[in-house]
C-alpha cells in the first residue's frame, strides 16, 4: 500500500465525517426536542465552525401539542452557539448562546390546555435538547418579536413588543462571584411600536427556586394601540392618551415581593364601532365622568399598588390599587418613576456565598413557595 492511498483513504474519511455530521448533529438535535413535555420542536439544519468551536442551527421552531393557532410558538431563523473564550481566561469553558430574530407567539385561551402563557420553561428545555458541551453562561438574543393572542374576544386581541434585545451574562457565575445574584439581565424592546420598555434583572440561576431582583419600566405607549383589550374589558375603546408602567420585584426562592406603579396620561373614551348610534354609546361618556373624578390636575389617572406571593400565584393588593388611585387624585399626584421608599427584603444565598454552617443548613431547606403549597 503506498503513502499516496493511504493519503487518499484518509481523505475519503475526513470528507465523508465532514459532509455527514450536520446530518447527524440535525437528527440528533430533533430526537431531543420531540422528547419535550407539551411541545413539538424541530431543525432544518446545523453548520459546524470547527475551527471557531462553534455551530449554527438553522430554523428552530417550537409548537404546543394541544394547541391550533397560526404560525409557530416559538420560531427562530437561526442560532449561533459557541465557545465563550472570554471565559477560557477564567479557567472554565462555558457556551455563549446567541439568538436572532425570533418570534414568540403567547395565546389566551378559555381552555388552559390549549394557552401558551408562559413558555420560559420551555425554552430552558430545549436549550438542553441542543449540542451544547459546556454550560451556558451568556445568551443574547437580537430583534425579538413577542405577539399576545386572545382570538376569543372581539375583536381579537394582539398586543405586540417588538424590537426585542437581551443580553444575559454570568449565568452559571463562571467569574466566581461571591454574591447572591452573581448573574445579570437587560431587555428593551418596544411595546405597541412606539412605546418603550427596559427590565433590569440579577439572577441566581443555580438556586432550585426562583431568585431575583428586578426593575422595569414602560413608557409612552399609545392606548390606541391597547383597544383590542380595552374593549374587551371595558367595552369601549381610547382615542388618546398614553400609558406608563414601572415596577420593582424581590423573590426569594420563588416567594417575591415588589409594587406596580401605573399611569394613564390625558386618556379620552369613544364608543366602540358597535355601539355607535345606540345605547350602548353611553358607557364611553360615562366612563369620561368617571376618570374626570380620579385624574389629577395633570389628567393623569395613576396608582401603585404591592405585589406579592408565590411565583407560580401572583397576588394583587386590589385596596392599594383603589387608595392609589384615591390618593393620586386628591392627596398627593405620584411621579413617574421608581419608588425610592420601597424597600424588599434581600435575597439570601445558598449557592454562591463561602460554605458555613447556617449557608449549608439552609440548602437543605425547602423552598417556602414549596411550604405554602
Known sequence: MTVESVLLGLAVVVAAVWFSAPYFA???????????????????????????????????????????????????PRWNISLQWSQIFHGVKRASVTIFDPQINLVARPDSVESQIFIGKVWLEAIKK????????????????????????????????SQIEVAADNMS??????????????????????GTFEMNLAVNFDEQFATFTQNFRMEH????????????YIKARVKSGEIGIYSELTSDKGIYHGYVKSFFYRPEFEPKSSDEGNPGAIWSGVLNTVKGLFENDKQVIATQSEISGRVDQPQVDSVSVIMGILSNAYIQALRAGFDPTHSSPEPTDTVTTPSSASTEREATLPSPAAKNK
Open 26 to 76: 440535525r437528527d440528533y438535535i430533533n430526537r431531543g426536542l420531540s422528547g419535550l413535555p407539551d411541545y413539538t420542536g424541530r431543525v432544518e439544519w446545523v453548520r459546524i465552525h470547527p475551527w471557531s468551536a462553534s455551530l449554527d442551527i438553522y430554523d428552530l421552531h417550537l409548537d404546543k401539542k394541544t394547541a391550533e393557532i397560526p404560525g409557530h410558538s416559538f420560531y427562530s
Open 130 to 161: 441542543l449540542i451544547i458541551p459546556w454550560r451556558v453562561n451568556q445568551v443574547t438574543i437580537h430583534q425579538g418579536d413577542i405577539h399576545y393572542l386572545d382570538f376569543d374576544s372581539s375583536p381579537t386581541v394582539d398586543l405586540e413588543l
Open 173 to 194: 457565575n463562571s467569574k466566581g462571584l461571591k454574591v447572591p445574584l452573581p448573574a445579570t439581565v437587560k431587555i428593551t424592546g418596544r411595546p405597541l411600536l412606539t
Open 221 to 232: 405607549v399609545p392606548a390606541v394601540g391597547a383597544n383590542s383589550i380595552l374593549q374587551k
